[in-house]
């Protein structure tokens, strides 16, 4: 069984910054890439951010130069660092993962169920 656990969500006002954790557990012999989507209310889920296992990089068009992936593959954690933070930016944010478990052969996709992160002054 593999889990994603997300944290660090919370309130902000704009211009400010919160880090985002998401660590996976459970029977993992490895993980691939992983990384960020948002869902803000009464829209659809869209991506933000992704990291490989190598550690290159890709990130949505509104978040260049505002958001950094990183992640401590010893911890199997992934994080996002959210800077100048936007209204628009309120969402549930949901980590993913394409990590292969201990009794298959090939990676899945997994998903945590979200943080809540609201940009409010």
């Known amino acids: 069984q593999v889990q994603l656990v997300e944290s660090g969500g919370g309130l902000v006002q704009p211009g400010g910054s919160l880090r985002l954790s998401c660590a996976a557990s459970?029977?993992?012999?490895?993980?691939?890439?992983m990384g960020w989507y948002r869902q803000a209310p009464g829209k659809q889920r869209e991506y933000v951010a992704i990291?490989?296992?190598?550690?290159?990089?890709n990130y949505a068009d509104f978040v260049k130069g505002r958001f950094t992936i990183s992640r401590d593959n010893a911890k199997n954690t992934v994080y996002l660092q959210m800077d100048a933070l936007k209204p628009e930016d309120t969402a549930v944010y949901y980590c993913?993962?394409?990590?292969?478990?201990?009794?298959?052969?090939?990676?899945?996709?997994?998903w945590g169920k979200g943080t809540l992160v609201t940009v409010s002054s």
């Open positions: 993913y993962a394409y990590i292969r478990d201990r009794t298959r052969v090939a990676a899945s996709p997994y």
């Open positions: 459970g029977s993992i012999f490895s993980i691939n890439a």
């Open positions: 990291i490989t296992s190598g550690g290159n990089t």
